[in-house]
């Protein structure tokens, strides 16, 4: 559900390893689905306990649009080069507070590549690669606008913005490279009160430098009002109704779109579906199986393979597992040199990120076996940690993008917190470890950085159903780690025009990562408006 940028000492080449991560969800800052801000379009009921899936529907907006937010809608932009070739870039304004648009603006920054012909120019195709927090500028300039089908390009604009908060768009900002590089270190799997503490400080250390940057900002990164900016996006490129692909958290906010405003959805393509209906807690632990399942579907092929450092052809899957949480064990006690020029060493931590960046695509599994094998042989963490530093998108100088920033933003502010306390989390532990035994532990802890928020959450769980939409491309792969396939199910039962297309497959998200079966099906709906039968499946 994130923007990647490509690390510059990333070792892995694979354009569809970046683009699932591109798409990637983060978990290492307890990443859920949001709930939608009480100021418009809320459900009618607020009730819904830590584990009860919302029955509430999301309430559409008036079609008329109000006429103190006409300014927004007539506006016109400004497009210039944006320093890529073949891109161009503008700047939209946007009210902060959609409930009192007269109080201040937010500039959120958008990009476009127009249709390359021959063929007739059926509008503005809009991409999200998800996070939240990633940027959809720089997934346009680095994949979309260069790498979907041709056929998509020719007959679309494709256009993207940054949501409010992120990359270009009045970015939130809460620590510096080295500050971050701290907190990215800090035991996710306390041993005693001690290290408990330590971590409940960088979280609110963490939350403390979010505030203190943009505290007005923090109130309005919603994925309801970023939904509502890209009502403004559409009018103001002249579409008459929407077309949107969405990955990963990037389907919550097209879903979020089509909950709002049913009449304007066109042609929307959900790939990687989350579940909105789900509270926080609940997302976090349905998650956290789907990294198993991603994790136990690498373990198989390991032990296949010549080079895998966990076991061999005669290594049942959930030793593989034992083995892999001994390693992580014996970092927590002393962890790795790295050859890092700012002198990091690989923990425990920063290892658990490393190897669930590599769970988003099946592309990325050698890398992890050779990662793997440099640490736990060689005693050389260099490998795991060039992985977790491209998830993290923290660059060669030091710094970070803000993308970690942006996404707790958005996921705090879009539904309460998974847990209050750190007790919480040591009673729900068990149900984590049994949900992945290896990376259980650590993700209930990581679930618990919302509960020091500056803010108040604003979102709560609720279905979305759309009704009056055109159909709906609602896609979910059957091993996905971060959005279980069973979202996909949910996302597209809760549609009133939901089509659901299965990918029986690996990895994260479906489109464009090499299935002939899916993307023929996207793209004759994208091109011809033709939705694939409800429940067709590919492989």
Not at 2 to 25: D, E, K
Not at 121 to 142: D, E, F, K, M, T
Not at 389 to 395: F, G, I, L, T
Not at 403 to 426: G, H, I, K, T, Y
Request: proline share 7%.
């Amino acid at each position: 559900m994130h923007t990647r940028r490509t690390h510059r000492r990333t070792r892995t080449g694979s354009t569809r390893f970046r683009a699932a991560l591109l798409a990637a969800a983060l978990l290492a800052t307890a990443c859920s689905a949001g709930g939608a801000s009480t100021s418009a379009g809320s459900p009618a009921a607020r009730a819904v306990g830590s584990t009860e899936a919302a029955t509430a529907a999301l309430t559409p907006l008036p079609q008329a649009t109000p006429s103190e937010l006409a300014p927004y809608y007539e506006q016109k932009l400004a497009w210039r080069d944006c320093g890529v070739p073949g891109f161009q870039c503008a700047t939209m304004k946007a009210p902060l507070d959609y409930a009192k648009p007269g109080e201040g603006d937010v500039r959120l920054a958008v990009a476009r590549k127009k249709a390359t012909g021959p063929g007739k120019r059926l509008g503005s195709l809009l991409v999200n690669p998800g996070g939240p927090g990633g940027s959809a500028i720089g997934y346009l300039q680095q994949y979309a606008g260069i790498g979907y089908p041709a056929k998509v390009r020719a007959q679309y604009d494709m256009v993207a913005v940054d949501p409010r908060g992120v990359a270009r768009s009045e970015p939130v900002e809460c620590l510096d490279g080295p500050e971050m590089d701290a907190y990215t270190q800090t035991d996710v799997t306390p041993d005693d009160a001690g290290e408990t503490d330590e971590l409940v400080d960088a979280y609110k250390e963490f939350a403390e430098g979010c505030g203190a940057d943009a505290p007005k900002l923090l109130r309005h990164v919603s994925t309801l009002e970023a939904a509502r900016d890209m009502d403004v996006l559409r009018a103001v490129l002249g579409d008459e109704k929407l077309t949107y692909v969405g990955a990963s958290y990037g389907t919550f906010l097209g879903a979020t779109y089509a909950g709002l405003f049913p009449d304007r959805t066109g042609r929307l393509v959900l790939d990687g579906a989350m579940d909105p209906s789900l509270p926080a807690r609940r997302l976090n632990l349905e998650q956290t199986e789907g990294f198993e399942t991603a994790f136990q579907s690498f373990a198989k092929d390991c032990v296949r393979q010549p080079d895998c450092p966990l076991g061999d052809k005669n290594t049942a899957p959930d030793q593989v597992g034992k083995n892999l949480k001994s390693f992580f064990d014996d970092l927590d006690a002393k962890p790795l040199p790295a050859g890092d020029a700012d002198g990091r060493k690989l923990t425990e931590s920063l290892a658990t990120t490393g190897v669930i960046a590599a769970m988003y695509d099946e592309g990325a599994w050698q890398q992890l076996r050779e990662s793997l094998t440099s640490a736990i042989k060689e005693k050389d963490g260099a490998g795991l940690l060039i992985l977790s530093d491209s998830y993290y998108e923290r660059e060669a100088d030091g710094g970070y993008s803000n993308l970690m920033f942006a996404n707790a933003a958005v996921n705090c502010l879009d539904l309460p917190a998974a847990f209050s306390s750190p007790e919480e989390v040591r009673d729900a532990l068990p149900e984590f470890e049994k949900a992945s035994p290896v990376f259980g532990e650590g993700l209930a802890w990581s679930s618990l950085n919302c509960a020091y928020w500056p803010v108040k959450p604003t979102g709560e769980p609720h279905r979305i159903e759309a009704a009056g939409a055109t159909p709906i491309v609602v896609v979910g792969t059957t091993r996905d780690p971060a959005t279980p396939y069973r979202w996909a199910e949910a996302l597209s039962d809760q549609l009133a025009s939901g089509h659901l297309l299965t990918y029986e497959g690996d990895g994260h998200t479906a489109y464009g990562r090499g299935s002939t079966c899916i993307d023929s099906a996207i793209n004759t709906y994208l091109l011809r408006g033709t939705a694939p039968e409800d429940g067709k499946r590919c492989s």
